[in-house]
């Protein structure tokens, strides 16, 4: 790597390549793809052949009960039988709603809850330090401990039933996480009080962020309270709320932990999110190749979903980019 | 700069009083659960126990001691080594992530022009072409039995390698748009189903025979969370003026140095706190260490749920105490890294 190499000299011809092309020619070209050369490695190394195999496997009748390795799997070869299977298959497309449901239901309270926080947050009171620890504690609790923990609490006999019975002066025994309604709320429950502490932060933060001249000078020209909120913070809040919206989205599909522990997914299938369901399948039910289908289909339609979900995201750097090109074509036509 | 009036102050103590007891209730219940003796984890009588009436270490003991009596079968052992795994393969797996994520970050903050912006039917397609191209090789590998051998795999990656950047210039020449996009391809790494890759990856592991040791469980940990690494420090060295490491290298210094020197320092915070979040993901995983480790490097959460004797049924003390153990190191990192905290929080979406 040349040390003094002039960062403006565009690259000599000869060395174009055009499979670097995502590379921009402002810098040394092997610095640039050194730099970027692990991290596309690992994701080739990790991606191609798991990927392939799981295609393969996803094409054959073959699980691990039928005798054989999997490599031997094309002895029960059976084409896209699975994928008919998967895509007609009422479990798959229920757990794919559900997931979508408790998600679309929990990641949006704990963005109205965090919010709603950390403008409660926002002003210096007594204590302010204690009940910022308290509200944080959550998110360095491993979910598996928290699944438990809530597993626990919502036993019939537990103490939120208790709770509940002391509040409205009858017992109340309900048994949550064995029928169908409650047991989703229980888990949108654990999963809101997992995560709202992280949504918190975020926007805390946010807020202290903003600039506090502007705030003072809409104070002074008699702006109510929510007008602030409104025309002034909501606007300046807006990408770091997408952000932490997308981000927790894209992390909340993912949910098992807390199901698992809480619900196994039941009663019945009433809790099954995708990865739960593609664990029984996998690994209760023991149908590796259905499962290998299943979680093709899930690629594909997590792969449509994320490239209109993280759109949001780019927003910011396309524009960065075009105001730029733009800058650097004004300034291309002004100088000589 | 926010003026309250009195009632309001009340209010909003009212509010925050209760919004914390219903937070720390869960871990107020984990806390006293871990004290309690054994006849007082449940509450099958009628019973609950807010507070523990005996109030006993013994929950402790048994998570941490080599106990062989009431609770665990003969053979059963302390939990001592899966904390120990646990803080091997978390740390290991931050680090690896760190290394591999900071690097393409800095990479893709300076030297890129990719949007992330990649069409669906560009990236699906592109995938299809590749499973077209590659699926009679790997019916070949298996018919000559060398699939699950490491030269099968490594032959087989290269060849797989090349068709993908044969099919990405062949698309290229009939679409206008990005073929492909590493940022989108690392982000889309992030969405996919932990059961997706984790079939082919346990076969892959048992393979080259990392089923159950800790590398095996740092790579796996290092690849799932290293786009994590990518996308915030992507936004904290876009932060950092570029003019910065330009006029380093312009002054003679080689770029690693303009990097190591001038650039990294100053993202020392957005890397502190990068690396507590990723710490905390591999520390809380549950899913990939339950089906990569069996006997020696099973992790905490995995050694949480295998506490339950076949005598007593689940084991409540011992979990929730192992649970609050558990939620030391976080903890601790997080109060070390805590001035950090704030600003990495944002994910740089709002500048100082």
Redesign the interface.
Known sequence: ?A?????TTKATPGSAN??L????M???RT??T???L???L????????????????S?TSWSPTQGG??????KFWDWGRNYVEVFTDPFFWQALGRTFLIVGIAVPLEFLLGLG?AF????D?RGKRI?YA??L??????????G???W??F?S???IN?VISAIIGQPFTLAWLSSEAPATVAVIIAEV?QW??LMF??M???L???P?DQ??AA?MLGAS?WQKFRYLMLPMLK??II??LV?RG??A??I??SI??MTAGGPARATES??IY??KV?FQQVR?SF??AA??T???I??????????P??AP??EA?AAMRQAAETGAAGSD | MYQTRPWQKVLRYFTIIIVSIMFFFPTYWMITMSFKPKGEWNSAAGTIYWVPQNPTLDNYKTVLTEYRGQFFRANQSSALPSIRSSIVVSIGGTLFALLIGTLAAYGISRHSTDTGDLPWYIAVGRLGLLVLVMLPFIVLWARLGILATWYGILTFTIIGIVADQIIGRVLGKYYKGAVGSLSFSILQLRMFPPMAILIPVMIMWSTFRLIDTWYGLVIVYGVVTFPFVVWLMKSFFDDIPKELDEAAVVDGSSNWRAFFKVVLPLAKGGLASTALFVFILNWSDFLVALLLTSRNWGTIPVFLNKLVSSEIGAQHGPKAALGLLAVIPPVVFGLLIQQYLVRGLTFGAIKK
């Open positions: 790597m040390a003094s190499t002039p960062i055009r499979r092309r995502w590379i921009d402002n810098n040394t610095f640039a050194t730099l970027t692990p991290a596309q690992v994701l080739l190394l990790i991606m191609i052949f798991p990927l392939l195999a799981v295609v393969y496997i094409m390795d999997w490599t031997q799997a094309y926080l409660l947050f926002l002003e009171f009940f308290l509200m504690i959550p998110m360095m609790i491993v979910p598996a401990v928290a438990y923990m809530f626990m609490m036993q006999n537990g103490p208790a009080w709202t502490p932060l975020i805390a933060s946010g202290v962020g903003l506090e705030m003072r104070t309270g990408p770091i952000i932490a981000i894209m992390e599909v993912k098992f932990d698992f522990l995708l990865s593609m664990y996998a590796w499962a290998a979680a093709m899930v690629l594909v997590m792969t449509i979903i994320a490239s209109y979900a993280l759109r995201l780019q750097q396309r980019q």
